[in-house]
T-cell receptor, first 112, second 114 residues
Framework: DAMVIQNPRYQVTQFGKPVTLSCSQT?????MYWYQQKSSQAPKLLFH???????NEADTPDNFQSRRPNTSFCFLDIRSPGLGDAAMYLCATLIEGGNEQFFGPGTRLTVL | AQSVTQLGSHVSVSEGALVLLRCNYSSSVPPYLFWYVQYPNQGLQLLLKYTSAATLVKGINGFEAEFKKSETSFHLTKPSAHMSDAAEYFCAVSQNTGGFKTIFGAGTRLFVKA
């Protein structure tokens, strides 16, 4: 079965301490997305990759970075987490055919 | 530019009653339209999608939605609500131009009363 796996599911970090969230996908698609979803809000696109071509949304803070070492894996790095970065972080890719996003289960980030 | 408007941030129905969640969209080109469901601390699960085939789309868990171009609407319905339908529902629109990017509505939380 096609899968998007996110680790960890729950992450606690301290204010200002760098944190990395990971995502892997078995659909072998060349597009991957990272979304931030705050409580009771819609998911907000942070950036996406087309192969290794990185596409940053205009309003994504510089505090958020990403790496994609290969087709299957993608990482979200938060360099200096603030209290406002506490959220659910969702990773997604496209299904074969490319007309539907497939989401992972998310990582819930808590910043103390 | 694309946009999605979901009418009603909260909807409450009784178990067994009709569920109707409203969604209106704006798109300059023929859109792809989606409904996703999200349970607490989980990712988004696709309920159904419209991709320019049949205007009445049937999805999982007994949900369906009708694409009405003249009304720019894509409302989600289910004839009989079940307690397990209580969740957050997101309507979304995508275009396959310059990369497949999705715009989400603000979401509607569905409450189901026993």
């Amino acid at each position: 079965d096609a899968m998007v796996i996110q680790n960890p599911r729950y992450q606690v970090t301290q204010f200002g301490k760098p944190v990395t969230l990971s995502c892997s996908q078995t659909l072998n698609h060349n597009v991957m997305y990272w979304y931030q979803q705050k409580s009771s809000q819609a998911p907000k696109l942070l950036f996406h990759y087309y192969d290794k071509d990185f596409n940053n949304e205009a309003d994504t803070p510089d505090n958020f970075q990403s790496r994609r070492p290969n087709t299957s894996f993608c990482f979200l790095d938060i360099r200096s987490p603030g209290l406002g970065d506490a959220a659910m972080y969702l990773c997604a890719t496209l299904i074969e055919g490319g007309n539907e996003q497939f989401f992972g289960p998310g990582t819930r980030l808590t910043v103390l | 530019a694309q946009s999605v408007t979901q009418l009603g941030s909260h909807v409450s129905v009784s178990e067994g009653a009709l569920v109707l969640l409203r969604c209106n969209y704006s798109s300059s080109v023929p859109p792809y339209l989606f409904w996703y469901v999200q349970y607490p601390n989980q990712g988004l699960q696709l309920l159904l999608k419209y991709t320019s085939a049949a205007t009445l789309v049937k999805g999982i868990n007994g949900f369906e939605a009708e694409f009405k171009k003249s009304e720019t609407s894509f409302h989600l319905t289910k004839p009989s609500a079940h307690m397990s339908d209580a969740a957050e529902y997101f309507c979304a629109v995508s275009q396959n131009t310059g990369g497949f990017k999705t715009i989400f509505g603000a979401g509607t939380r569905l409450f189901v009363k026993a």
